[in-house]
Structures are given as C-alpha cells and as structure tokens.
C-alpha cells in the first residue's frame, strides 16, 4: 500500500494551483495537516488529531480516471464563476478541479463518512491586500458532497465552522470575520444553501441541463431540507420521493440496489448509462417506468451478458447527497478554519428491503434516466 502525510505546506501548494489573479483574492487553501493520501485506493483518510494516529470518521475520495477530481484533496479555486453567489471570490472542489468546470462533471469534493462521527478538514487563508489592510474577505462557495459508507442509515448531516480537529475542535461564535453566507433565496432549492439528491435519479426533466430526461427514480427533485445559522447549517426533514422509497434517510452504500450500465461512447472514463435496476424483492431485473416497470427478458440479459460494453454496478448516487453552501470572509484576520461534517445515524429502513413490492405497486418510480450514473 503506497500512502503518505498530506503535509499542511504541500497541501497550500496544491490548492492554490489553480489560483488565478491571486493579488485580488483571498489566499485561501485546504490545509491538510490531519490527512494521510493513500495512493493505491484513491482516499484521503481524516483523522481526529492534526498527526494522524487517532480515530477517523471519514474520508476524502478522488478518481484518477476522471479528467475532473482526479487529485487528492482539495482545491480552492479563485474565480467567480457562473451560477455563484454575487460577489464570489472563487470556490471549493475536489483536487484538480475548477470553478468553470460543467455540472454533473464531477467536480465536487466527495467527503465519505466511514463512521458516526465529526469529520473535520482544515483551511488556511491568508491576506489579500484587503480593506483594512491585512485582513481577509470575500465569498467562497463549496460543492460538496456526502457518502453513505457505514452500515447505517443516514438521517441528515450537520456542517459547522470552527477551529481545531477532535476533542480540541471550538465553534467559531460568527464574530471572528468568518460565517456561511446567508441565503439569498428560499431553502432548500435554491443553489446557495442546498441538500439534494442527483438530477440524474431525482427531479424533473430538464433539469439541470436542458437535454436531462426525468430523473430515474421520480420526476420531482429530492434531499434535505435545511437550517441556516452563521456558523452551522444542518439537514431537517426530507422532501421529495426519497422517504417513500426507502424510509427516511439516506441508504448506506452497500443496500442500494444494483444497475445494469452500459458504455454508449466506449470509453471507461465516462459514466456510462443506466439501462435497468434489479429487484431485491422480486429478484428479477426491471425497466423503468418508460419500460413500464416490466422485467428485463432474459434474451435481452443474455444479450447484455455476452456484450462487453454491458456491465453491472451498484447505483452509487442513492448514497450520495449533494450539498451546496457558501464561506464569507469580512476583514477576517488571517488564520485557519476547520469545516466539520457530521453525520447523524438511523437504523436501516426496512423499505430497503422491500424496495421492489414498494416501488411497483406505489407507482411512484418516474422516467427510465439515461443519463450517466456516477458509481462513487
């Protein structure tokens, strides 16, 4: 196994590799002090202290085969991009990864939770030149995203701003010059403050592409609804067609259902397309609802069998939950911040199990998607 310490002075390095016009923004970069980067499978452990010998609850991930995301960690990318706060000074994302970087282009940073507990990841920033003179401001907007990776189901999550890892993490009390920044428009859809479930398997056509079908599991968006406070925001009651599915929570990776994919363009670093979702219920492969939810012949699972470009995988994105909040500075004295992500557990729904008898007889499945399904 090849792994090493993700030293806070490389870890600034790379951050800010990206940058662009750096005298007219915040110098703002992940620290990765409490992090160990394990080449050999892709993830950045995070631990409770910043020398990595005590307990951890999560972990950062990246896909090499991917042209986005395809470093360790986290870049902070210094560019006001489109569909960002007014007055962004840049973003947040996944390692090797730009603010201008197209939707569903993998692009946000995957924070997978191993365990129940806080997950704490480390930013500096430093001067810019600001107003007053040697201070920090300007607005940051993080695209995030939460995986289910422990054997429970998830009830929600909390985001909160602080310093320090562990038992020596302090909130900040939203005097320090250093809040999230206040929703403009009203939760939870709008794309500054946000909880959601991909489009790809959520929400109604056209959305958010313009040439997106509807999504595979229903054609109304999905996620958490959530609690805005300066320094904390967290995940409340969900809306959408994710709680009748599978009961309030999100699964855990390893009870969602398997796809059938295929490889329409024959390249392996794309996401190929989503043809049929198996049963657990029933036991047999379906269609979608285009397909009238009727099993899948075997002739036809026969004929994907054989067909190389044909392959079988969990549907990653109904462990996933996107989240969308954005980081202030206002003549913030330079410093280190910790965002801590902690998960809230419940008991595995029995609606999991059950999932076929409720998904055929409920009717609430909508549009096969044809769009491609990430499996992270």
């Not at 896909?63 to 560019?79: L, M």
């Not at 005097?175 to 959601?196: C, D, I, Q």
């Amino acid at each position: 196994m090849s792994y090493r310490v993700s030293f806070p002075a490389i870890s600034a390095l790379a951050g800010l590799a990206l940058a662009t016009a750096a005298s007219a923004a915040p110098m703002v970069s992940w620290n990765g002090a409490n992090a160990i980067v394990d080449d050999a499978t892709n993830r950045t452990t995070l631990f409770e202290t910043t020398v990595p010998d005590g307990a951890t609850y999560g972990r950062l991930i990246w896909n090499p085969a991917k042209g986005k995301g395809a470093t360790p960690g986290i870049s902070v990318d210094n560019v006001n991009a489109p569909g960002m706060p007014p007055g962004s000074t840049g973003c947040v994302v996944t390692g090797g990864a730009a603010c201008n970087d197209p939707r569903q282009s993998g692009k946000r940073f995957r924070v997978q939770a191993t365990d129940y507990g806080p997950i704490d990841i480390l930013f500096d920033y430093a001067d810019d030149n600001g107003v007053p003179p040697g201070t920090v401001s300007g607005i940051y907007r993080l695209f995030g995203k939460v995986i289910n990776f422990t054997s429970k189901a998830m009830k929600g999550y909390s985001i909160e701003l602080g310093t320090g890892v562990g038992n020596q993490f302090t909130p900040l009390s939203g005097s320090e010059g250093v809040t999230f920044y206040p929703p403009m428009n009203t939760p939870p859809r709008n794309f500054e403050l946000a909880s959601f479930f991909p489009p790809p398997v959520f929400g109604p056509e056209g959305r958010p592409l313009p040439t997106s079908p509807q999504g595979l599991l229903s054609d109304q968006s999905a996620g958490f609804n959530m609690k805005f406070s300066p320094t904390k925001v967290e995940t409340t009651s969900m809306f959408g067609d994710y709680s009748s599915l599978f009961g309030f929570g999100m699964m855990p990776r390893s009870a969602v259902p398997e796809g059938y994919f295929f490889d329409d363009d024959n390249d392996p670093t794309t996401e190929a397309n989503l043809q049929a979702w198996f049963d657990p219920a029933s036991g047999a492969w379906l269609f979608g609802d285009e397909g009238g939810f009727t099993p899948v012949s075997a002739a036809t699972l026969s004929a994907w069998a054989a067909n190389p470009l044909y392959s079988i995988g969990p549907i990653g994105e109904l462990a996933n939950n996107n989240f969308n909040v954005s980081i202030q500075f206002q003549d913030a004295p330079p410093g280190q911040m910790t965002m801590r992500v902690t998960p809230e557990p419940v008991p595995v729904p029995a609606g999991v199990v059950l999932l076929g008898s409720v998904v055929v007889a409920g009717g609430v499945l909508a549009r096969r998607c044809r769009r491609p399904i990430a499996r992270n």
